[in-house]
């Protein structure tokens, strides 16, 4: 008769096992598989190997449930994994919760010959992916004052989640230049990272975001952004000019002339007035009393550019003593006022090379103004060339390598005669004789019949005396 072992039962086989195999002394090599990363509700596959035949699997749990497995065996959510019970040890874990989440042991024993039993066994790290609930920045708003505020700590929490996240920062979507300070993990699972932001008024209106990084969360969970928290910098600071001094050109005796002045401010300037060199002071949205100016309302901001805003001052009848003189824009906000001073002068600004100033502001500075250069480079340029084509001439020409003589009248036939009587003579006196045939006047081609005649009488005329 065929008895059936119980779960119990194969459980206290186990044990003893175990007990002998503790008086026995004999182990078997256990192979682990890989760590296992799974989210919530997700299935874990856990599995051991070793290289002798297999009678008893058993898996033990993070909290020290032992579970003897095999096809047969099943317990709930934990069944066996593999083709056959004597080579493969392992197990599947559906709907993954909390408790599973830790080291699990697989133990392998083995019953060889003679019933002797060998144990072996090692370890299988299962991690429970479980994304933040939430992630907050404290403060939610920010708002500094730059430059009074040297600095500002901002903390980033994350509630919940296994195993820890890490936290990135971002600054209008790029890399933040900030300074962890801090990090910490509460007994409730809350995880910290505490930075130093130092102010600057180019980061006014840009979105400053903590990003908390895990593979627990899911691409839904990505899409959704439910990983960052992000609020938008409020930086502020007194009116701030674009540059030391303004210089304004063009301004015609009799004729009206617009200046405009651009600056930066957070927040948006309470006050704000023009000081003008004759003692004149117009507010904003103003005339003066007798006319000459007219201020307008400080227009602002630009979209797109939060703290940018411009001044307007039309001078309604300029005169020659408005000519090279130094005026101030007085701005100011909550934080303080900037004196912006500008210059005017008659007529077209004069060249000046590197110092030319664009501001591509209406009734600023531009290199329109200015006269252009082009034509004096081009010139200079020629010079220069014709200047190496000479010396290039002049040299070669020295050297022998160029020669520009006139014609000597003398054929080409008879040419050929006197390079070869050159060629046999090269004594100081043949110089002079060389130099007189060139200075002959052209001799006539001889007739025919006549040309070994003239031919030694030419040599003759040649012979050194």
């Avoid at 206290?12 to 026995?24: D, K, M, Y």
């Avoid at 065996?73 to 040890?89: E, P, V």
């Avoid at 020659?320 to 008659?346: P, R």
Wanted: aromatic residues 6%; contains cysteine; charged residues 25%.
């Amino acid at each position: 008769m065929v008895k059936f072992f119980t779960t119990m039962e194969v459980l206290h086989l186990a044990v003893i096992l175990s007990v002998l195999f503790s008086v026995n002394g004999n182990t078997v090599d256990v192979s682990a598989g890989e760590n296992v990363n799974v989210r919530l509700s997700e299935e874990a596959d856990l599995s051991c190997t070793t290289n002798v035949p297999i009678t008893f699997c058993t898996f033990i749990s993070p909290g020290g449930e032992n579970f003897p497995i095999n096809e047969k065996i099943t317990y709930g959510r934990i069944s066996y994994m593999g083709q056959d019970a004597t080579t493969d040890c392992g197990i599947k874990i559906k709907n993954v919760v909390d408790k599973d989440n830790g080291e699990w042991r697989c133990e392998i024993t083995s019953i060889g010959d003679g019933g002797v039993a060998k144990k072996g066994s090692n370890s299988i790290a299962l991690t429970v992916l479980k994304a933040p609930k939430s992630v907050k920045l404290e403060p939610e708003s920010l708002m500094v004052v730059d430059p009074e505020d040297t600095e500002k700590r901002i903390r980033c929490t994350a509630e919940g989640g296994h195993p820890a996240p890490s936290f990135t920062w971002t600054l209008g979507g790029q890399p933040a230049k900030v300074s962890v300070v801090d990090t910490n993990t509460d007994q409730d699972g809350v995880y910290m990272e505490e930075v130093v932001y130092v102010p600057s008024k180019a980061d006014d209106g840009k979105i400053l975001e903590c990003v908390a990084e895990s593979e627990a969360y899911t691409a839904d969970d990505l899409s959704a952004e439910i990983n960052k928290a992000k609020t938008t910098l409020n930086v502020q600071y007194k009116p701030v000019p674009a540059k030391g001094v303004y210089e304004f050109y063009g301004l015609t005796v009799g004729q009206p002339f617009d200046i405009r002045i651009s600056f930066r401010a957070n927040p948006t300037p309470s006050d704000m007035r023009w000081k003008m060199h004759d003692g004149v002071e117009v507010p904003q949205g103003s005339e003066d009393e007798k006319g000459k100016y007219t201020s307008a309302i400080v227009s602002g901001p630009v979209e797109g550019e939060d703290s940018l805003y411009t001044a307007q001052l039309t001078i309604n009848n300029v005169v020659a003593e408005d000519a090279d003189t130094l005026n101030t824009l007085m701005v100011t906000n909550q934080h303080g006022s900037s004196e912006i001073q500008f210059k005017l002068a008659l007529g077209e600004k004069p060249p000046v090379g590197a110092d030319l100033v664009s501001d591509d502001i209406a009734g600023e500075n531009s290199n329109e103004n200015e006269a252009g250069t082009g034509p004096v480079i081009a010139v200079v340029v020629v010079i220069l060339i014709v200047l190496v084509v000479v010396a290039v001439v002049v040299v070669a020409r020295s050297q022998g390598l160029l020669c520009f003589a006139a014609s000597d009248g003398v054929p080409d036939a008879e040419k050929g005669k006197f390079e070869a009587l050159n060629k046999e003579d090269s004594t100081p006196e043949k110089e002079t004789t060389k130099d007189i045939v060139k200075n002959e006047p052209a001799v006539e081609v001889p007739k025919s019949g006549d040309g070994d005649a003239e031919e030694k009488k030419s040599n003759g005329a040649h012979s050194p005396k």
